[in-house]
């Protein structure tokens, strides 16, 4: 009975091995082919908008699948009348430009201003509707803008600061808060109490412990907070259109590129131009903070 229960096992054993053989084979082969496809999705449509910026109309009406041209067909002329001043014939994303970076930087900075001791107080200190506090911050983050849209328009028209950048940033903080906050919540949680109270026996304040502590430990999830922040505040359209359209000189980039796509008088190229004048910030912002984004600096935080 022995050796027959041995035979089972062993058979069962080698079925398992070579069922892992096959599956571990088969993900080897298909990992780098499904890597390659997801960066080619994400890829070849950018760097077509590219190519398709930097060609000429005429040579894109001949030869529009083109993905590759030679340096003579470079035409730079798409950049400058997107980028030149409206009474000089061009867009004027320039002041587009500036208005979203001005209104993307200071949501950034308030709401982080506002989220980090928020979310360290709903993650270290003990009050009344702590976990309901949680639930709520995500709920005012799922309910829809359309919604907000007509009163917040209606509000802000009464108060005079309907066509500002101020009243738009208004909205954009009071729209991203939230979800900051249980952003964080959730990382403030990961960090060791313990860092905490051996700061806090050696006489540090909770202002202090929180300062040199738990936010330096806490700077990858604020790092991406604030790059997530960035990219609702550069790419908005609804709040932008509703409180700036009245206003040309206080558009903002998204509302720009909604202006280029909606005329038929413009060329393709010089909306695809605008389009990666929109984009290209948020690539180049994501490789900037790349280094901070990756890596757990609470490694080896505690003493043994």
């Known amino acids: ?3 027959v229960t041995d035979a089972v096992k062993r058979r069962s054993s080698r079925r398992g091995i070579g069922r892992d053989r096959v599956e571990n084979g088969l993900f080897r082969v298909l990992r780098p082919i499904v890597i390659v496809l997801l960066v080619l999705a994400a890829v070849v449509p950018f760097y077509y908008m590219v190519l398709m910026s930097f060609r000429s109309l005429d040579s894109l009406v001949q030869n529009p699948g083109a993905l590759w041209i030679s340096i003579d067909e470079l035409d730079l002329s798409t950049y400058l009348k997107v980028l030149a001043p409206v009474d000089a014939g061009g ?5 587009f430009m500036r208005n979203s970076l001005l209104v993307a930087l200071a949501t950034v900075v308030l709401t982080l201003l506002v989220s980090i001791p928020g979310s360290y107080a709903v993650s270290r200190l003990a009050f009344f509707g702590r976990r309901q506090v949680s639930a709520l911050f995500l709920a005012v983050y799922f309910f829809p803008a359309i919604l907000l849209a ?9 108060i005079g600061l309907r066509g500002s950048l101020f009243g738009l940033l208004i909205v954009y903080v009071s729209q991203v808060a939230a979800v900051s906050i249980y952003t964080l919540r959730n990382y403030f949680a990961t960090i060791p109490v313990s860092l905490e109270e051996a700061a806090s026996l050696d006489g540090a304040s909770r202002f202090q412990i929180m300062r040199k502590i738990s936010i330096p430990l806490a700077m990858p999830a604020i790092v991406s907070n604030g790059l997530f922040i960035f990219m609702i505040a550069w790419n908005e359209f609804l709040f932008a259109l509703l409180f700036l359209v009245e206003k040309r000189d206080a558009w903002t980039v998204s509302l720009g590129l909604s202006q280029l796509s909606g005329s038929i008088e413009v060329p393709t190229t010089v909306l695809m131009a605008g389009s ?5 910030p948020i690539i180049l912002l994501f490789f900037a903070s790349e280094r901070l984004l990756v890596g757990g600096l609470t490694a080896g935080a505690e003493k043994g």
Do not use: E, N, R, S
């Open 1 to 3: 009975m022995t050796a």
């Open 91 to 95: 867009q004027g994303f320039i002041v």
């Open 150 to 158: 007509v009163p917040l328009f209606v509000f802000f028209t009464q």
């Open 276 to 280: 990666v004048i929109l984009t290209l």
